[in-house]
Nanobody, 115 residues
Framework: QVQLVESGGGLVQPGGSLRLSCAAS????????AGWYRQAPGKERDMVAT???????TYADSVKGRFTMSRDNAKNTVYLQMNSLKPEDTAVYYC?????????WGKGTLVTVSS
């Protein structure tokens, strides 16, 4: 049984930073495509960042230069370091693992950027 558990969300002021974590069980991140997605109220879920098994990273244009995704193979955990946060980054952030045509999702963690 695959489980993805996100943590690290919360309330932060504009310009602040947060680091999200996603710990996996039942699946190995380094053998899959891992990603962070987000869904703001009333909007669709969008890709934020992905990391492939070979370490290749991709980012949405809206977060390039501000967010950094990384992976710790020993801990089977992926991270999303978010800097220079803006109110428009407010959303529920979901961890994803894609393996053999199947997507696995965490339950999400809420990030609110507000003064």
């Amino acid at each position: 049984q695959v489980q993805l558990v996100e943590s690290g969300g919360g309330l932060v002021q504009p310009g602040g930073s947060l680091r999200l974590s996603c710990a996996a069980s039942g699946i190995i991140f380094s053998n899959s495509v891992a990603g962070w997605y987000r869904q703001a109220p009333g909007k669709e879920r969008d890709m934020v960042a992905t990391i492939h098994s070979d370490g290749t990273l991709t980012y949405a244009d809206s977060v390039k230069g501000r967010f950094t995704m990384s992976r710790d193979n020993a801990k089977n955990t992926v991270y999303l370091q978010m800097n220079s946060l803006k109110p428009e980054d407010t959303a529920v952030y979901y961890c994803n693992a894609h393996f053999i045509l199947t997507d696995y999702w965490g339950k999400g963690t809420l990030v609110t950027v507000s003064s």
